[in-house]
């Protein structure tokens, strides 16, 4: 079953449906030649390509436990900010900070929390990559993009006016 043809969207790439369109067709990998094929088949594809998600999920049972023993925490911080309604409020305040900060201690010692933590490093080191655009930049593309709303606006306005004459006027006569 291998190198059969393989027609779903899906199993093709980017480059592989550009290659389809190729105006030259000696060129390897256009239709006239050789087609651009899967090496699985479809069905064994399908699977394959939807088990491919990366889902991570909590596996040992010290993970489980410190997760839990940290939801644990952070629900007697909740609790502690409701009992506390009598006292001041920086007590109540910080009673609940004290329960978020050790539950955040407590997760980051899991396998699930040291990867959300270094996600949260990864983001925040490609956003310092990104080159953002300065300030006449921005205001620019934002009275672009005010434009073309206000244009579209008034398309559409016109439009279900010149429909409600055309169905409302001519063709139902109501007035």
């Known amino acids: 079953m291998a190198g059969l043809a393989c027609h779903w969207p899906v199993c093709r790439g980017i480059a592989q449906l550009a290659e389809r369109r190729s105006p030259k067709p000696k060129v390897e990998g ?9 090496k699985l088949p479809q069905t064994v594809f399908y699977k394959q390509y939807m088990s491919q998600q990366n889902v991570h999920t909590v596996g040992s049972t010290a993970d489980k436990l410190k997760l839990g ?13 409701s009992m506390l309604a009598d006292q001041p409020t920086y007590m109540r305040v910080g ?6 900060i050790l539950a ?5 010692f899991s396998d699930t929390g040291r990867r959300v933590f270094a996600f949260g490093r990864e983001s925040y080191n490609e956003t310092r990559r990104v080159i953002w655009p300065d300030r006449k930049e921005a205001t620019r593309m934002t009275a672009i993009v005010f434009a073309f709303v206000i244009v579209m606006g008034i398309l559409l306005w016109v439009a279900d006016k010149l429909l409600g004459w055309v169905i ?3 063709l139902l006569g109501w007035n």
């Not at 256009?30 to 899967?38: D, E, K, L, R």
């Not at 009673?95 to 978020?100: E, H, K, P, Q, T």
């Not at 955040?104 to 980051?108: D, E, G, T």
């Open 168 to 170: 409302y006027g001519l």
């Open 30 to 38: 256009s239709i006239p030649s050789a087609p651009a094929t899967c």
């Open 104 to 108: 955040f201690v407590i997760a980051i």
């Open 69 to 81: 023993l940290a939801a644990l925490v952070l629900l007697a911080g909740i609790v502690a900010y």
């Open 95 to 100: 009673a609940f900070v004290a329960g978020l």
